[in-house]
Nanobody, 124 residues
Framework: QVQLVESGGGLVQTGGSLRLSCAAS????????MGWFRQAPGKEREFVAA????????WSADSVKDRFTVSRDNAKNTVYLQMNSLKPEDTDVYYC?????????????????WGQGTQVTVSS
């Protein structure tokens, strides 16, 4: 089992920045590739960004490319999502997730463990 706890969400104005953190505990963090997803009420969970197990590869959704950056610190068992130039359409609950390096990093189904989510609200 891997336990994931997100933090860093909040209310920010358009154009502002936030950094989300996801702290992992349980099994060896560096064995898992990590991803960030977001979900609005009544909508499907959508891919935001992902990072490989040692951080050598990253992936981002087109909607956040050049604005969001995913990274990880295996010594701290933490993955981050730096979000810049935030827009009202980025308002969602953001979730981090862990997968065993199998499957596509962009697919929800590839991830076995999920955090409880953190709310990000961008005001216009």
């Amino acid at each position: 089992q891997v336990q994931l706890v997100e933090s860093g969400g909040g209310l920010v104005q358009t154009g502002g920045s936030l950094r989300l953190s996801c702290a992992a505990s349980g099994r060896t963090f560096s064995n898992y590739a990590m991803g960030w997803f977001r979900q609005a009420p009544g909508k499907e969970r959508e891919f935001v960004a992902a990072v490989s197990w040692i951080g050598g590869s990253t992936w981002s959704a087109d909607s956040v490319k050049d604005r969001f950056t995913v990274s990880r610190d295996n010594a701290k068992n933490t993955v981050y999502l730096q979000m810049n130039s935030l827009k009202p359409e980025d308002t969602d609950v953001y979730y981090c997730a862990a997968r065993n390096n199998y499957g596509s990093p962009r697919n929800v189904e590839s991830y076995a463990y999920w955090g409880q989510g953190t709310q990000v609200t961008v005001s216009s």
